[in-house]
């Protein structure tokens, strides 16, 4: 029932590793990319939200994060929070090793920070809009930084839940407008409830650290906030979606398995095919 959309992720996790290998700069760029499209929606749901009412501020901003991987997808770039679902897989169906799946999550890890770091600067010497000026920003931020580690993990796996959700769905269809539409509702519902991304979290909470509007929003809140939502969103990949979405799948490989060991020929292609993509 699944099996087909976890070996589509596997393969695909095989390939990542097989690119990165190729040109570790194209895939640092490929990471940076992510970091700044995440990056520039949180500037916009975070500029809209500072001039609407807070009755509906969530809803707003929820409604508008869509971008963020509607442009991750749709125009190509490295996500942290989806490597963790898929390289889980591409493991778990022995298409990677583990050592390539966590330098690979590493790297891009630190390529979306790259990128987020580049937008949050630009935008701030820009002037930095109606955000650092204001007192939105800080409220927002301030109350992500002094979470709990325990809070902030946990918000981090329903985020990351959601997140590989909308990414897992949109492999299970072939129409863009469906695929917008899976994102949209997703991503409303991890922004309105309040969750965390690391990844997202990389700009807005550099955002409210470049502005200095508030002492309390500092570094030491930012390290905080970014390790146990990073955690948080790597539990939730690996487990709630890779190994959670594997385990379905298993019956479904054991007739597979079957079905291989009665066919030789089939049986033989298959594990050449295996072997040419781990090299």
Not at 33 to 46: H, N, Q, T
Not at 109 to 126: E, I, K, M, Q, R
Request: overall charge positive; hydrophobic content about 50%.
């Amino acid at each position: 029932m699944y099996l087909e959309t976890v070996d589509k992720f596997a393969e695909a996790a095989a390939k990542k590793v097989s690119y990165q290998k190729k040109s570790p700069g194209g895939f640092f760029v490929g990471a940076m990319m992510a970091g700044a499209y995440v990056g520039l929606s949180i500037i916009l749901i975070f500029t809209l939200g500072n001039d609407v009412d807070p009755s509906i501020r969530k809803l707003v901003m929820g409604a508008c994060f869509g971008i963020s991987l509607t442009l991750v997808i749709f125009a190509g770039s490295e996500l942290f929070t989806g490597y963790t679902m898929y390289m889980a897989l591409g493991w778990l169906r022995g298409r990677t090793s583990l050592p390539d799946s966590i330098r690979l999550c590493a790297i891009v890890w630190l390529g979306n920070l790259a990128g987020a770091l580049l937008v949050t600067s630009l935008f701030v010497v820009s002037g930095g809009g109606n955000l650092v000026n204001g007192t939105v920003l800080y409220e927002i931020v301030g109350h992500k930084m002094h979470g709990s580690a325990l809070q902030i993990f946990t918000k981090g796996m329903l985020c990351n839940w959601l997140v590989c959700l909308s990414i897992w769905m949109t492999a299970r269809t072939t129409n863009d407008a469906a695929k917008c539409i899976l994102i949209f509702w997703c991503l409303l519902g991890f922004i309105a409830s309040g969750y965390e991304h690391s990844v997202a979290n990389m700009t807005g909470l550099t955002l409210g650290v470049m502005g200095g509007g508030d002492p309390t929003v500092n570094m030491a809140g930012w390290i905080h906030n970014i390790f146990w939502a990073t955690l948080g969103n790597t539990a939730s990949g690996v487990l709630l979606m890779g190994t959670a979405y594997w385990y379905a799948s298993r019956p479904s490989m054991a007739e597979e398995a079957v079905n291989e060991h009665n066919d030789p020929v089939v049986a033989a292609a298959t594990h050449a095919g295996i072997k040419r993509i781990q090299k």
